[in-house]
Nanobody, 124 residues
Framework: QVKLVESGGGSVQSGGSLRLSCVRSGDTYSGACMGWFRQPPGKELEGVASFSLRQGTSYYAESVKGRFTISQDSSYNTLYLQMNSLKPEDTAMYYC?????????????????WGQGTQVTVSS
């Protein structure tokens, strides 16, 4: 069983930066993608960014392109999300997930393995 644990969330002012980390443990993950979702309070889930383990390519939601960067360490045991130029609308619970690549694009939950989430709050 794969386990994912996020960290790095917090409160920051608009324009600031945060880096989220997601440590994977347990069984080897043989799925296609790992990445990040977020859910703002009272709003729908959004696939933020993902990395294809098979193709080595990244996906970013339009809302974060140019500001967020997804990366991983050489062992693929830790996934990162560098978030720069944060805006109040980035405020959300951020979840690390090992899920089908299409889920991130379609903003779809229910598949794969998810972490518990880490809260990001951006004040204006």
């Amino acid at each position: 069983q794969v386990k994912l644990v996020e960290s790095g969330g917090g409160s920051v002012q608009s324009g600031g930066s945060l880096r989220l980390s997601c440590v994977r443990s347990g069984d080897t993950y043989s799925g296609a993608c790992m990445g990040w979702f977020r859910q703002p309070p009272g709003k729908e889930l959004e696939g933020v960014a993902s990395f294809s383990l098979r193709q080595g390519t990244s996906y970013y939601a339009e809302s974060v392109k140019g500001r967020f960067t997804i990366s991983q360490d050489s062992s693929y045991n830790t996934l990162y999300l560098q978030m720069n130029s944060l805006k109040p609308e980035d405020t959300a619970m951020y979840y690390c997930a090992a899920a089908p690549c299409s889920d991130y694009v379609l903003n779809r939950s229910g598949g794969g393995i998810w972490g518990q989430g880490t809260q990001v709050t951006v004040s204006s």
